[in-house]
């Protein structure tokens, strides 16, 4: 960019990463999903920018499960520059979808559950 400000469309490939991450440490990475015959596409992808990140400056990117009791995954993101300011922030909604036909869930596959039932008892505090 010619004023040196990060490219907005970084962004969401920071989402990816820091999700990826956090579902894979919670047992919902992507082979959990493919192992299931599910897919879980993003429906739904809100990204608000509040302070520029310039190139080559460092930042981290905080993502946080918002549990549901519907068919689908939300993960709420941060991103946090190195002085602690928030640089941007967002959420996406993914959809569970059988890998066979494309339509999608009415609830939640087993293995979601589990996890959910391990968060709520405490298991993946650390990650939050």
Known sequence: DPMGVLWHG??????????????????????????AGIHAPIIQLQLSYLAS??????????????????ARINTEYHVIKADGRQAARGYTVQLFTSAATGAPLLAPPAFVEASRRAWRNGAFASLQ
């Open 53 to 70: 990140v310039y190139l080559e400056e460092e930042v981290s990117v905080r993502a946080t499960l918002v549990w549901s009791d519907a």
């Open 10 to 35: 970084q962004y969401p490939a920071f989402f990816e990463s820091a999700a990826a991450e956090l579902h894979r440490a919670c047992g919902l990475g992507y082979l959990d999903f493919a192992q």
